[in-house]
């Protein structure tokens, strides 16, 4: 055993004979271990299952591969889709870009808390692991939501219907009559993805590095054209913000303050900055997991941030306001059209942001499939057995599986044209109730166990504010809008779905893990086993009550 796995492998908290000096601010090192007398602090046995272990697949993503996957994740469809729908919410181009900068600054609150728990449980699953660490009572309760959730609301679905829509947009196949090929496209490419992670997973490894650094080219291209168009002011240059001495107020022209509307929106402002913790997902599976988990997701928030709001610019310099209100998801492709012509940029440029697509798809099933591989081995999906298993292929084929049929689900049930935005809003929602059910633990676990090593801590307005955003984005949606059913739906239909999910959750884990129990006289218990494959798995176990 080398010094630097044993380093991983020792114990959380200390034991009787040690404890740690008091952390103090600033400090991004680990804190020295001094001789301690007292002896009620828990045994290790107590965080057996939150202790950073290496995945059967292998410790295999460095420091460069780790960023692009944070990077890949982040741009994805977001940046190439939501400006329309954020626009068209506000009304104002003023007001979008306000909420562009507020997304950045909650996007590095939250980044802060994630950080605080990733550093101090080093473990694949990101806020599963977090959950089950800091609410073990009621029993099974954090582990049954976070399955439920993961499983029902886990979709690798938005990216894929942009996708569709971009290959179709070239391809000259723009009608309302497309559903159900757009939808075949979106489904195809999905089943590739997976097919690609299952049976070649060090090739879809490769993939996504490389397309993320495409991507991140595709957005500093676009940004340098919007530099082009304000430096050069060609006939294009018929956009909504001010480029030279107009007035101050037409930027706010228009503006809704609707508190319902502006959370609306900034759901999906913060979908955009969604997976700046994406590597905590697959932290069993990269090298010098705490270092490179602090240095990766600063300067991944500190990219994404520039590019975003630059580019935000750029389509607002380019694209006149009314055009970008009536865009959907299509704001990029107009976007290369009014500067390239609707040959190169109707046709040709469009295929990148579907490249883009393709390559989040790539990143976010390589992640959901191991927090949904981690979630089979503890227990909580039917078949774990077969569920865990690495083989064939060396891959998690039960994640994968368990990620590919609810996305599938989800592309090809709702109508068209409202898939993106639902999609993003129930997300988003749901991301809301881990969110502050994390920054809540955040707070309970620095009171329950102070000597618990943090190699990193949140400052304290980081932790208010994501609760403080939490609270209020969970309330907003229930704030009645002007136009109480936009499109035909409920104005809080995606808040109702959310919590749904969450209350079905808790009536699922009431019955299977109290109600039976007691009704058929026995107990769970869990009984750890290993898997031919090496996967180390837990099986819920039903003894009968003496």
Known sequence: MTAKTSDERRPLLPDASERRAPYTAGNDTEDALIPHK??????RSVDDDV???????GRTLGRRSAYILVMSRIIGSGIFATPGAVLA?????GLALLLWFVGAALSAAGL??????????PRSGGHKVYLEYTFRRPRFLASTLVAANAVLLGFTASNCVVFSEYVLYAAGRRGEREEVLRKGVAVGMLTLVTAIHLLTPRFGVRLQDGLGWVKM??????????LYVVAFRPDTAAGGLPVSGESWERLWRDSNWNWGILCTALFKVLYSYS???NVTNVLNEVKDPVRTLRVVSRAALLTACVMYLLINVAYL????????????????????????????GGQVLPLLVALSAFGNVLVVVFALSRLKHEIARQGFLPFSDFLSSTKPFNSPFGGLLVNYIPSVLIIVLPPSGKIYSFILEVEGYGGQITGLGIAIGLLWLRHKQPDLRRPYKASSLAVGAKLVLSVALLVAPFVPPKDRYPG?????TYAIAGISTFVISVVYWYVWTVLLPKWRGYSLEEEEATLADGTTITKLVHKPLQ
């Open 38 to 43: 007292d002896a009620s602090l828990p045994s």
């Open 488 to 492: 035909g739906l409920f104005y809080a």
């Open 89 to 93: 919410g506000v009304g104002s181009p």
């Open 217 to 226: 080219g595709i957005v500093v291209f676009m940004i340098l054209c919007g």
């Open 275 to 277: 997976g700046l913790d």
């Open 51 to 57: 202790l950073p272990e290496t995945s059967t697949l």
């Open 112 to 121: 802060a808390v994630a950080l605080e728990y990733g550093c101090a449980l």
């Open 317 to 344: 310099v380019v694209v006149p306001v009314d055009e970008i209100k009536g865009s959907g998801e299509l704001i990029a492709a107009l976007f290369f059209q009014r500067i390239f012509g609707a040959r190169l």
